[in-house]
């Protein structure tokens, strides 16, 4: 038996979360519901291409014998982990499961299978991240896959699928749920559009129901299916009556009878409650001015992230859209943070202690998640960062470490660990640099920073010319300027937008990606769709004044002002 953290990297570096059986199940019969026939000679043929030991294919076993008894099932799984397969094997026999196990990588393995013999594939595959693949596997698979950008394990997987499945056989995956709204996941909404359209999809956000870090989804789809509509349902962490406007409380009902009923509701589980929401599937969000674009793409569009749609999202988004001026991105670049990747080296709250004690003039203020209520900067700490730029500059351009001696003396004592990051020097850069240093002349303007994750929008406006760290987002008063309006009003209507219930719900019905117990990211990819009212109506003059007032502190940030917001936000867009 190996240590506990010896077995939990090698559960990582091989995506080894298995499936518990409820959810097994559950996949099982929602494949089974869109599998009416078996192959022609009456045998269903299933594979799991990462089965580890079973639980899938039994699974499928079971309620295939449930609801057609008689049929022949001929199931096969491949897997990397031997002792897996044996447990397999024995848990197959036991059950008197006819099934093939075979030992090896299925990406390679896959060649050698006959095309489209198998009428399911039913499947968790692996997770893992591409630093931990390394960059020649992951450029190996992207360029054999046809895949782009960050890929995990999870998108070959998928990307086989349409090759082994015959015309009409189905697809049960579960798999992490970013892939419906990231960048990345853009590989796998892709497979499936062109050649397996999802006719359900099921995201179980922070249910708990599995216990890997990522969040799970569950998607059936049928090969060379019509994709004329897919259900589309969530679930997650009931927060606040505003986050499921049309649920019905529900205590009694289970949560896997919720998934598949016609209407929303609310479902306690653990001592917690759940929101189900159920819907169809649409890509992309109606944009204004152009009437045509109101109605959601098909689900085609892969570069646009997938989200539920209902005639009362749709109706409420094609409101704001028609009261839409400029979305976030359209106004300025919603920018990440700093990261240095040595945070050890380049930050600290203690540098005075630090020897020897670089050179005040390259000490910058560091603002963290910490630091940042709605409104205002509040630091938590005096933390700052070793910037070794030359901030007049607006290219990154390192400072000559001879003008800084103090602080050529404490890089050279961190030398090892810094020059270690290869991919920054092989690069053409200098051992001592931060990896991502953003704009430095950007740092002086004002600024609208926001924290990365975080349950609600916390925007606030710097003045300081404070660095800001990677777990937060920046939108730098300087990039606006030479819009329609004065910078800093366009900036008092973003943060009230954003600060407010309706920012909010736009977050929630377009973007979606929720983390555990509510918390939402808030990365630019998301943030730049947030829309921006009229700048020249009376409400957005209101909300400016109000956020002024906010920022600056003549106002309290309490109930009575978070309410005159929304108000305020809601008639800006016209919607109620
Ligand atoms: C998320 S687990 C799922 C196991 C099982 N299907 C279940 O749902 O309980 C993923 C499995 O993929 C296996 N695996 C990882 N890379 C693989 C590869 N290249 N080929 C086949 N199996 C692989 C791991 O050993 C692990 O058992």
């Given amino acids: 038996m190996g240590s506990p953290a010896r077995d939990a ?27 009416p026939h078996p192959g022609p000679d009456g045998t269903l043929r299933v594979l799991d291409p990462a089965c ?3 639980e899938l294919l039994l699974a499928l076993h079971r309620a295939a014998a449930r609801t057609s008894p008689g049929l022949r099932f001929a199931a096969i799984g491949y897997d990397l982990d031997q002792e897996a397969l044996d447990r397999a094997r024995a848990r197959a026999a036991d059950e008197d499961v006819d099934a093939d196990w075979h030992g090896g990588d299925f990406l390679t393995a896959a060649a050698g299978l006959a095309e489209r013999r198998f009428d399911a594939i039913i499947t968790n595959p692996p997770y893992v991240r591409v630093q931990r693949l390394g960059a020649e596997t992951a450029r190996l698979l992207s360029r054999e896959f046809g895949l782009r950008g960050r890929i995990d394990l999870t998108h070959p997987f998928v990307a086989l699928a349409p090759r082994l499945l015959r015309t009409g056989g189905v697809l049960g995956l579960l798999c992490a749920n970013r892939f419906l709204t990231t960048k990345a996941g853009a590989n796998i909404r892709a497979v499936l559009s062109r050649d397996l359209p999802p006719v359900e999809i099921y995201d179980l956000g922070d249910t708990k129901l599995f216990a890997a870090a990522v969040l799970p989804a569950v998607t059936i789809a049928v090969h060379a299916g019509t994709g004329a509509s897919c259900r589309h349902v969530s679930a997650c962490r009931h927060v606040s009556a505003y986050e499921a406007p049309h649920a019905h409380p529900s205590s009694t009902a289970d949560l896997f009878d919720a998934l598949l009923a016609d209407a929303p509701s609310l479902v306690a589980r653990n001592g917690r409650t759940y929101a189900i929401e159920v819907g169809t599937l649409a890509a992309g969000t109606p944009v204004r001015p152009n009437p045509s674009t109101r109605s959601p793409d098909r689900p085609a569009a892969t570069e646009s992230s997938w989200r539920m749609s209902s005639p009362d999202r749709e109706a409420w988004l094609a409101e704001v859209a ?15 943070g700093v990261k240095t990747n040595a945070d050890e080296v380049f930050i600290a709250e203690d540098w005075e202690r630090r020897t020897p004690c670089p050179e005040p003039e390259l000490l910058r203020a560091l603002l963290t998640h910490r630091d940042l209520r709605p409104w205002r900067v509040e630091r938590a700490a ?4 070793l910037y070794p730029y030359d901030v007049t500059a607006a290219q990154r351009t390192p400072v000559d470490l001879d003008d800084f001696p103090s602080a050529a003396t404490y890089l050279r004592s961190h030398r090892a660990r810094l020059a270690a990051r290869t991919y920054l020097t092989g690069g053409g850069r200098r051992w001592f640099e931060i990896w991502v240093p953003q704009r430095p002349d950007r740092w002086r303007a004002p600024k609208i920073v926001f924290p990365d994750i975080s349950e609600r929008a916390r925007f606030a406006l710097d003045r300081s010319g404070a660095v800001v760290n990677g777990d937060c987002y920046w939108i730098s008063l300087a990039d606006l300027d030479g819009s329609a309006c004065a910078a800093e009003y366009v900036a008092q209507l973003l943060m009230g937008v954003a600060n407010s219930a309706l920012g909010l719900r736009f977050y929630d019905t377009v973007c979606g990606n929720r983390l555990y117990s509510g918390r939402r990211r808030w990365i630019t990819q998301y943030v730049s769709r947030l829309p921006l009212p009229d700048p020249n109506g009376e409400p957005a003059r209101r909300i400016a004044a109000l956020v002024a007032d906010l920022v600056d502190g003549s106002r ?3 109930d009575s002002a978070g309410q005159l917001l929304d108000e305020l936000v809601a008639t800006a867009f016209g919607v109620g």
Avoid: Q, S
């Fill in 382 to 385: 005096n933390t700052r960062v």
């Fill in 52 to 54: 580890g030991d079973g």
């Fill in 322 to 336: 028609d009261r839409t001026w400029r979305t976030f991105g359209e106004l300025a670049p919603v920018r990440v």
């Fill in 556 to 558: 309290e940030a309490d």
């Fill in 9 to 35: 990297d090698d559960r990582k570096r091989h995506g080894r979360h298995y499936t518990p059986p409820e959810l097994a199940d559950f996949l099982a019969r929602r494949v089974l519901a869109h599998l």
